[in-house]
T-cell receptor
Framework: KAGVTQTPRYLIKTRGQQVTLSCSPI?????VSWYQQTPGQGLQFLFE???????NKGNFPGRFSGRQFSNSRSEMNVSTLELGDSALYLC????????????FGNGTRLTVT | QKEVEQDPGPLSVPEGAIVSLNCTYS??????FMWYRQYSRKGPELLMY????GNKEDGRFTAQVDKSSKYISLFIRDSQPSDSATYLC???????????FGTGTSLTVIP
């Protein structure tokens, strides 16, 4: 079974731009979650989508948004990029139960200059 | 206070040693406990998934949960250089309906 696929692997953007990251979950998984990982803060929860609906949201500003499509694929968008948005963005999928373990992709490394 | 506390290390051990990695937590509502391994430039990989107190063994890995002390551990027996990675603990409880992660412990196993 193919794992979670994230594209692109690396991105370099300029402050003020916007960016869209993509995630394809494991086949059959209906839940997709997004996390931001930085050396100082560890993994911070952004949001979770289940059956195209946002089921849960972390404490990030409205510049961070996401969506999920009918095939469970998900995208995350960050608008008006700031230097502090530089991080590894991880997508994780699960079968759908709230406590089902997460299976992560290899992430998108975003650098904002 | 953070929901989950994890010593960042770094931890360096000789090959063959027994490694003990630990996390403490403050929320007694946490019911499910996980350990992930993350290699450099990769995403976290699920190692162990446990519910409630007690031990769970999988090969060289043993996960231990002590809910009364709000303390979880991961033991690695006969450690190998390929075990060199960052280990993350994670927990889930129906408070907030989300997973809470430790910041990770960096482990190096020296041949």
């Amino acid at each position: 079974k193919a794992g979670v696929t994230q594209t692109p692997r690396y991105l370099i953007k300029t402050r003020g731009q916007q960016v869209t990251l993509s995630c394809s979950p494991i086949s059959g998984h209906r839940s997709v979650s997004w996390y931001q990982q930085t050396p100082g803060q560890g993994l911070q929860f952004l949001f979770e989508y289940f059956s195209e609906t946002q089921r849960n949201k972390g404490n990030f500003p409205g510049r961070f948004s996401g969506r999920q499509f009918s095939n469970s694929r998900s995208e995350m968008n960050v608008s008006t990029l700031e230097l502090g948005d530089s991080a590894l963005y991880l997508c994780a999928s699960s079968s759908g139960g709230s406590n089902s373990p997460l299976h992560f992709g290899n992430g998108t490394r975003l650098t904002v200059t | 206070q953070k929901e989950v506390e994890q010593d960042p290390g770094p931890l360096s051990v000789p090959e063959g040693a027994i490694v003990s990695l630990n996390c403490t937590y403050s929320n007694s509502a946490f019911q499910y406990f996980m350990w992930y391994r993350q290699y450099s430039r990769k995403g976290p990989e699920l190692l162990m998934y446990t519910y409630s107190s007690g031990n769970k063994e999988d090969g060289r890995f043993t996960a231990q949960v002590d809910k009364s002390s709000k303390y979880i551990s991961l033991f690695i027996r006969d450690s190998q250089p390929s075990d060199s990675a960052t280990y993350l603990c994670a927990m889930w409880g129906n408070t907030g309906n989300q997973f809470y992660f430790g910041t990770g412990t960096s482990l190096t196993v020296i041949p």
